[in-house]
């Protein structure tokens, strides 16, 4: 079973920031939190990880609350093509325990 | 480019017959997964490899078969004993113990 629990979608207007929240309140302490997003058939695309710091890419922002047991995902100016499902993962950087539940569907509207 | 190849994209099958999907690496990883994915649902662990000659069943490894003779290839072989094989079939692969996992566009096999 998912460590995770993710709204089931959510919409976002385009230019605006897409906030995804996750919740993983059983959330070890050398466990990560990683964010992926499938686009429709395809594979899914890593986005970010962190451990218990804030971090930024070229492509979102990841914060983390200080008990660790939520996260947020941000997109800072969603366009049409970040339509897609993100999926929130706690792992401890082992392949094989990573579990992809159902994610949110974020749909990016004009 | 590195990535990860699977092929084909389609493949369609009978019933009863086993079929092999292809999943190739050039991003000199270790280890290697397939999952499988159903409509609206999210991804279920089949198999993985942490390295060549070696491979762990997942979650869901009934019905299903893989080699891993090569560092670049781990095919996956879907048997006729697997009771629901229509799916979507996705590959990928890490450096063991050093995430994130890369990827392939999936193989969406389809058996009537």
């Known amino acids: 079973d998912a460590k995770t629990t993710q709204p089931p979608s959510m919409d976002c207007a385009e230019g605006r920031a897409a906030n995804l929240p996750c919740n993983h309140s059983?959330?070890?302490?050398?466990?990560?939190v990683y964010w992926y997003r499938q686009i429709h058939s395809q594979g899914p695309q890593y986005i970010i990880h962190?451990?218990?710091n804030n971090e930024t890419n070229e492509m979102a922002s990841l914060i983390i609350t200080e008990d660790r047991k939520s996260s947020t995902l941000i997109l800072p100016h969603a366009t049409l093509r970040d339509t897609a499902v993100y999926y929130c993962?706690?792992?401890?950087?082992?392949?094989?325990?990573?579990?992809f539940g159902p994610g949110t569907r974020l749909s990016v509207l004009p | 480019d590195g990535g990860i190849t699977q092929s084909p994209k389609y493949l369609f099958r009978k019933e009863g017959q086993n079929v092999t999907l292809s999943c190739e690496q050039n991003?000199?990883?270790?280890?290697m997964y397939w999952y499988r994915q159903d409509p609206g649902q999210g991804l279920r662990l089949i198999y993985y490899?942490?390295?060549?000659?070696?491979?762990q069943k997942g979650d869901i490894a009934e019905g299903y078969s893989v080699s891993r003779e090569k560092k670049e290839s781990f095919p996956l072989t879907v048997t006729s004993a697997q009771k629901n094989p229509t799916a979507f079939y996705l590959c990928?692969?890490?450096?063991?113990?050093?995430?994130?996992?890369?990827f392939g566009n999936g193989t969406r096999l389809t058996v009537t």
């Open positions: 990928a692969s890490s450096i063991w113990g050093v995430s994130p996992l890369h």
């Open positions: 059983t959330i070890s302490g050398n466990e990560y």
């Open positions: 962190g451990l218990k």
């Open positions: 993962i706690v792992s401890d950087n082992y392949g094989q325990n990573f579990v």
């Open positions: 991003l000199n990883h270790d280890a």
């Open positions: 490899s942490q390295i060549v000659n070696d491979f």
